[in-house]
């Protein structure tokens, strides 16, 4: 129901691009700017200003990205109260999650989904990206939400949420406050997660992309989990590649710090990970759902 070009630009505000856009909306780039213009048009206004190869929000963008937050979230509720009479939804879905994703986005996000339908039972298993493909294959969970980028023909992958992989340490690091070269980094002992990670499967590539290998840094220990790096980063002076979504609070404390890379980044997806095929309707509702969040 969400008014399909508002909904083009409440992407494009969020993602600040408009390739990016196009890619999640799975339409073509100008098509983008086509549904942008005739807003622009019909409110007399500009809505986004460029500077350079980026593109900011100006203030009247600013105006109308809030309202559009606001009904994007009036007409969910508008829907799923609906739905809510129509129809009386039950049962059991069993959610497979990598961890960074368990951890730190999903909770919020099934909280309110039971807010809504006290009578679907979620189960939550986490796992690494490479046994939650492993699971869905054998039919063990519904769905899957993975931080990898290695794609399999027996799955549908579906976009679920933007991220960016960042450089960690803790605050006081002697590397803090720098910008560094690609060079740099074979100067700096490293914490990485553990085989079948989604994430260290994103950041090998990224960098073999620049020309370096993981194997020619210097490796102290890999670990499980984003928060055990975290604590272990805590007493040392190693550095880690973790997900935003899993510093958010340190960063705000000032007990981490981020280590700008020059002329270098890490973004990626997050996905949905499904049987091929005709979904059931408590995915279908899920899916739904989630989009709106």
Do not use: W
């Amino acid at each position: 129901m969400f008014d399909y070009r508002l909904k083009v630009f409440h992407t494009v505000a969020s993602r600040l691009s408009f390739t990016k856009a196009s890619e999640e909306l799975h339409i073509t780039q100008p098509a983008v700017t086509k549904h942008i213009k005739e807003i622009e048009n019909q409110l007399n206004t500009k809505l986004f200003d460029r500077k350079g190869t980026t593109i900011q929000l100006t203030q009247s963008g600013k105006i109308l990205f809030e309202h559009a937050e606001k009904i994007r979230h009036i007409y969910r509720d508008l829907e799923f109260e609906i739905s809510q009479i129509n129809l009386q939804h039950k049962g059991k879905l069993i959610i497979g999650a990598s961890t960074t994703i368990a951890q730190y986005i999903l909770p919020e996000i099934l909280a309110k989904f039971h807010s809504y339908y006290k009578d679907i039972k979620i189960e939550l298993l986490t796992h690494n990206t490479e046994v939650i493909s492993t699971l869905l294959k054998k039919g063990k969970i519904d769905l899957g939400i993975i931080e990898g980028e290695s794609q399999s023909s027996y799955f549908e992958y579906k976009p679920f949420k933007a991220d960016e992989i960042v450089l960690v340490a803790k605050a006081g690091h002697p590397s803090a406050n720098k910008t560094l070269t690609l060079k740099d980094l074979h100067a700096l002992n490293f914490i990485f997660r553990e085989h079948g990670s989604g994430t260290q499967e994103f950041i090998q590539n990224r960098l073999k992309e620049k020309g370096v290998s993981i194997e020619d840094l210097s490796t102290i220990m890999q670990l499980g989990s984003s928060e055990s790096i975290k604590s272990y980063l805590m007493y040392s002076d190693c550095v880690a590649f973790l997900s935003i979504s899993t510093v958010l609070n340190e960063l705000k404390s000032k007990t981490l710090t981020i280590i700008d890379i020059k002329n270098f980044s890490i973004e990626r997806n997050f996905h949905f990970i499904l049987p091929k095929g005709e979904q059931s309707e408590l995915i279908e509702l899920f899916l739904k759902f989630i989009s709106y969040n």
